[in-house]
Structure formats: C-alpha cells, structure tokens
Nanobody, 117 residues
C-alpha cells in the first residue's frame, strides 16, 4: 500500500490547515490511521489516531485544536488543524495499518507544516 499526503504549508499563528492522506495500492482493509509529527533531532510523536469505526485519540498538546476524521470508502484520513501555534511546526507523517489476519504498517513520505509567529 502507498500513502500519499497533501495539505502542508506555511501559515501564521492562529491559522488553520487541513492535511489529507490517501491510501492506495494493495489494500486489504485499512484499520487504524493516524498522524504523527517530527522535528529535527527529536523522535516522531503521535498527534492523533482514528480507528476504522471512528474512535479517536489525541495528544494532549493538540486536544481542542485538531480534529482527525476519515472516509473509509476513500481510504483517506484527514487532520483539521486550527489555532495553530509555532510549536506545531514539524513534518507530519500519515500512518496506516493494512490487513486483517496479518497487519502491515505503512508510513507516508511526510508533509511540512510551518507556523510562523
């Protein structure tokens, strides 16, 4: 399976961006999908995840500002980011689990989000 991200860019603090990630290729069943972010020299951290039935989980730092959603028919996950802060600046990666009895994990190539103060 291939994950293709879009929607990153440069925005001023307080602004909004919407990230999208579409899975394609050899898809059996896309289970949990999520967004992670990474800054230089640091580990990749969870931002938000969503299960196939819509159960969500958020990092404390983004609760109330970010919303994750998905479209199962399109195998696509979205991240609506509002009230962005400079500390949200990072490369954002999409992650998806594919399979039923044997599950494989896939990562997107990453999309840069830069929030200026």
């Amino acid at each position: 399976a291939l994950l293709e991200e879009s929607g990153g860019g440069l925005v001023q603090a307080g602004g909004s961006l919407r990230l999208s990630c579409a899975a394609s290729g050899s898809i059996v069943r896309i289970n949990t999908m999520g967004w992670y972010r990474q800054t230089p020299g640091k580990q990749r951290d969870l931002v938000a995840t969503i299960t196939r039935i819509g159960v969500t989980n958020y990092a404390d730092s983004v609760k109330g500002r970010f919303t994750i959603s998905r479209d199962n028919a399109k195998n696509t996950v979205y991240l609506q980011m509002n009230s962005l802060k400079p500390e949200d600046t990072a490369v954002y990666y999409c992650r998806a689990e594919n399979g039923i009895w044997s599950v494989s994990t896939y990562w997107g190539q990453g999309t840069q989000v830069t929030v200026s103060s």
